[in-house]
């Protein structure tokens, strides 16, 4: 397992949505392009999204960078502590004990799947050093239970590791200047379940995406079955 704090600020970003000068954002000396990558996500939960009420995410991603398991733990507003665990067809035993809390023995299932396609740019110092990594989501949304979908854009500044928290006030400054909103929910899967109708949390989004559209073939990973039941083997105890 791997884990690292996570400091960030979310905003809307429909398709009008107009970036501004990054490069005039105090202590940015440089932008760097690092492409278009395409994500694929499933999140977890209980069958009543314990996780969720608690703002606690834990997703199996694959595509970009760092492709595996992710379990996202709130720490104040804009910032989540992350454990990461290799990708694997099986949810890992070391994360659902840490969960353990939340789901009080129930099991976990898939409960939202989340495609986007992502434009990620690094600002970067006056040693062409990171000082965030600014990431552009065109996002479609499937709830796994009954197939609803939703789509918006939304734009993250993540601050590299180590980085000064006070360097997102000057990105945030900029941005609000420039009319960008901060986004209403904390996370895609809250986005996700508040315009699926399963959580008030997030704003409508409209045909942000007309190209991105679900294939019919997602398959849950081994270990989990589609719906209603926990991870083979454990019982129902929700503990692979």
Request: hydrophobic share 35%; glycine share 12%; proline share 6%.
């Amino acid at each position: 397992m791997a884990d690292k704090r996570e400091i960030e600020r979310k905003y809307e970003a429909g398709p009008d949505v107009r970036l501004p000068d990054l490069r005039k954002i105090s202590g940015v000396e440089g932008v760097e392009e690092r492409g278009v990558t395409e994500l694929d996500a499933v999140y977890y939960d209980t069958e009543d999204l314990r996780l969720a009420a608690a703002s606690v995410t834990l997703r199996r991603r694959t595509g970009g960078a760092d492709a595996g398991w992710h379990l996202k733990l709130p720490v104040e507003p804009g910032v989540r502590d992350e454990i990461a665990a290799p990708l694997s067809d099986t949810l890992p035993a070391e994360l659902t004990a840490l969960v353990r809390a939340h789901t009080r023995g129930d099991g976990l299932l898939p409960v939202v799947r989340l495609l986007s396609v992502r434009e990620v740019r690094h600002l970067l110092d006056s040693d062409g050093a990171p000082l965030a990594e600014l990431s552009r989501d065109a996002v479609v949304a499937e709830r796994l239970d009954d197939g609803s979908t939703a789509q918006w854009e939304e734009i993250e500044v993540e601050l590299a590791d180590g980085g000064d928290p006070a360097f997102l006030d000057s990105v945030d400054k900029k941005f609000r200047k420039a009319g960008l909103r901060h986004s209403a929910a904390p996370s895609k899967l809250a986005r996700a379940l508040g315009e699926t109708g399963r959580q008030r949390v997030g704003q409508g989004g409209g045909d942000l995406v007309p190209d991105a559209r679900f294939d019919g073939q997602f398959e849950v990973p081994s270990g989990v079955r589609s719906s209603g039941s926990a991870p083979e083997g454990d019982g129902g105890r929700g503990q692979p």
